[in-house]
């Protein structure tokens, strides 16, 4: 399976405890986007990646959050000292290059669902 | 400020009642609209791009059209197997950057 891959599905953490989210884009994409989606919420952008760079982070709240796309391996999402606040579901996306021909589309994994206790 | 409204929240349908979903966009600048499919527990699933006014695309009992304010997504003919979230995004002409609507919740009952 080609997909967006992200692991773990499920993550359960105690408050302060930190919570390190995986995603391995499709074959060929270069660019990554982390959303963060509440129950019966939308889609809400956190940041957009390349690898070795971060284009958009202006949905990453500013503290305890951090994203990276290192040159080889998945992406991660990073959050440290978790509170109960941070329970949701977290998707990754990927995309060709931004100079494909057309606009392509996002292509999602199967999300990572994390809960604070 | 960009924005992405869609409408109904939620609605349900009987099967073999067709319906429209709206997505309503306020952009600088269009480069895309995309529709997705979302199942619970799952990420949401790829359908139709759509690029300019006037233009339509179809997929078995879904089809999306496209014009300078909105999008529409007709439902003809639903099956159960047809329920589900669905959701509209947009790609502003300024950079990457999709946003997302918050979704349209539908129930198709047999």
């Known amino acids: 399976n080609a997909g967006v891959m992200q692991n773990p599905r499920h993550l359960v953490r105690r408050r302060g405890q930190e919570a390190r989210l995986r995603c391995s884009p499709m074959?060929?994409?270069?660019?990554v986007y982390w959303y963060r989606q509440l129950p019966e919420e939308g889609l809400k952008f956190m940041v957009y990646?390349?690898?070795?760079?971060?284009?958009?982070e202006s949905g990453m709240p500013k503290e305890r959050f951090s994203a990276e796309f290192p040159k080889e391996g998945p992406s991660i999402l990073r959050i440290q000292q978790v509170v109960r606040g941070d329970s949701a579901a977290y998707f990754c996306?990927?995309?060709?290059?931004?100079?494909?021909?057309?606009?392509?589309?996002?292509?999602f994994g199967n999300g990572t669902r994390l809960t604070v206790t | 400020e960009d924005q992405v409204t869609q409408s109904p929240e939620a609605l349900r349908l009987q099967e073999g009642e067709s319906s429209s979903l709206n997505c309503s966009y306020t952009?600088?600048?269009?480069?895309?609209l995309f529709w997705y499919r979302q199942d619970p527990g799952k990420g949401p699933e790829f359908l139709f791009t759509?690029?300019?006014a006037g233009e339509e695309k179809e997929k078995e009992r879904l089809k999306a059209t496209l014009t300078k304010k909105e999008s529409f997504l007709h439902i003809t003919a639903p099956k159960p197997e047809d329920s589900a979230t669905y959701l509209c995004?947009?790609?502003?002409?300024?950079?990457?950057?999709?946003?997302f609507g918050a979704g349209t919740q539908v129930v198709v009952t047999p």
């Open positions: 995004a947009v790609l502003p002409d300024s950079w990457g950057k999709f946003q």
């Open positions: 990646l390349q690898k070795e760079n971060i284009i958009d």
């Open positions: 952009v600088s600048g269009l480069r895309g």
């Open positions: 996306a990927s995309s060709p290059p931004a100079n494909s021909p057309r606009n392509s589309p996002l292509h």
């Open positions: 759509l690029y300019s």
């Open positions: 074959k060929g994409h270069s660019h």
